[in-house]
């Protein structure tokens, strides 16, 4: 079981950054890939980047690449997500998710069982 825990979300001005942190505790958490999915006032979860056991293979939501960027550590059990040229667009609560599934990389949310709390990001204009 793996168990997830996200931070480092704020109030921040269009163009600005934000780095989130998803500390991860449980058995194995080097065998899972993470996801970071986000979810706006009245709209739908969708999957924003995913990076798979290892590190060398990444996912990123069309909308936000080449500003996000998908990163972890697995000796420090922690995955983060490096927002930059934020736009009033990517507000919303965030979300860590890794797969019921060991060594599984999607982009699916119905395959994702393990959530963290979320953390609110808010970008102004």
């Known amino acids: 079981q793996v168990q997830l825990a996200e931070s480092g979300g704020g109030l921040v001005q269009a163009g600005g950054s934000l780095r989130l942190s998803c500390a991860a505790s449980g058995c194995s958490f080097k065998n899972y890939a993470v996801g970071w999915f986000r979810q706006a006032p009245g709209k739908e979860r969708e999957c924003v980047a995913v990076?798979?056991?290892?590190?060398?293979?990444?996912y990123y939501l069309d909308s936000v690449r080449g500003r996000f960027t998908i990163s972890r550590d697995n000796a420090k059990k922690t995955v983060f997500l490096q927002m930059n040229s934020l736009k009033p667009e990517d507000t919303a609560v965030y979300y860590c998710?890794?797969?019921?599934?060991?060594?599984?990389?999607?982009?699916?949310?119905?395959?994702?069982?393990?959530w963290g709390q979320g953390t609110q990001v808010t970008v102004s204009s």
């Open positions: 990076i798979n056991w290892s590190g060398d293979n990444t």
């Open positions: 998710g890794a797969p019921k599934e060991s060594l599984l990389f999607t982009v699916l949310i119905d395959r994702y069982d393990y």
